[in-house]
């Protein structure tokens, strides 16, 4: 039976879909079964593992498995990749979905899960990368996640959204148990011990340890130019320099938040 995670905050650039995609990537590369379902607009995932995931229709996508009026089977748009993870491409709009998910009220709400139910018995893991807001198709996934991973920058600006898509998965789950937010993009030198721990921005990992308290995973991402040049490629960053320092903090994500 799959484990299934969703990757989410409640503000884009957070690092989410980095985070989904790599955690997705080191479990396979680990000989585990792996299922990415995209969820976003901007498809990030969904271009990083196919080539011609811009060109797909919405009746190739989940799009067509999400639509109350559509309802394809989830299996029939899942998407074998060369990287060892199979896929489950977005298309751009799919904002409508979200909507249409709202609209249909409680009829919607389960949706993701009942399509997941053919599937939770092929893959050991199931990442969900959603959208970069608080909508029906969060919704949908996080309502079907055993873990929920918040991935967060070190400003108060994501703090403030972070803090909103907690109380939103307490609300909708009854409990934080299964929460984790995870700072991203974040310079070693800000932490405890570092040179600029003393800084405006040190003094916001102390803020970000008081206010997130027992959901703060021990394992910060740092800044990584490398990642960013791996996605320009088409690669994910093990691909592009498997040596990277960012490679074994992602190491340490999967082993502290991804396999407990």
Not at 56 to 64: N, Q
Not at 232 to 242: A, C, F, K, N, Q
Request: a negative charge; aromatic letters at 6%.
């Amino acid at each position: 039976m799959a484990r299934i995670l969703a990757f989410t905050n409640n503000k884009g650039g957070t690092g989410k879909s980095t985070l989904c995609v790599h955690a997705a990537q080191l479990m396979a590369q680990r000989g585990e079964r792996v299922l990415l379902i995209d969820l976003t607009s901007q498809a990030t995932a969904s271009s990083l593992y196919l080539e011609e995931a811009g060109s797909l229709l919405e009746s190739e996508t989940v799009w067509a498995s999400l639509h109350p009026q559509q309802q394809r089977p989830l299996q029939e748009v899942v998407y074998s990749t060369d990287k060892g993870v199979d896929v489950v491409p977005s298309h751009s709009t799919m904002a409508e979905v979200a909507a249409q998910l709202a609209a249909a009220g409680s009829l919607g709400q389960d949706l993701l899960q009942q399509q997941l139910g053919p599937l939770v018995g092929d893959y050991d893991f199931i990442f969900l990368d959603t959208p970069g807001e608080l909508n029906a198709l969060t919704a949908n996934a996080l309502w079907v996640a055993q873990r929920v991973v918040i991935p967060t920058r070190l400003n108060r600006a994501d703090f403030s959204c972070t803090e909103v898509t907690l109380r939103y998965i307490g609300a909708l789950k009854g409990e934080l148990t299964q929460a984790r937010t995870v700072l991203t993009m974040l310079d070693d030198r800000y932490l405890p011990g570092g040179i600029w721990s003393g800084s405006h921005t040190g003094q916001l990992y102390v803020q970000a340890q008081q206010i997130f308290a027992d959901v703060l995973s021990p394992v910060t991402i740092p800044d990584s130019s490398d990642l960013r040049t791996a996605f320009d490629y088409g690669l994910t960053v093990m691909e592009y320099r498997p040596g990277a320092v960012v490679c074994q903090r992602l190491l340490q994500f999967v082993e502290h938040e991804v396999l407990l």
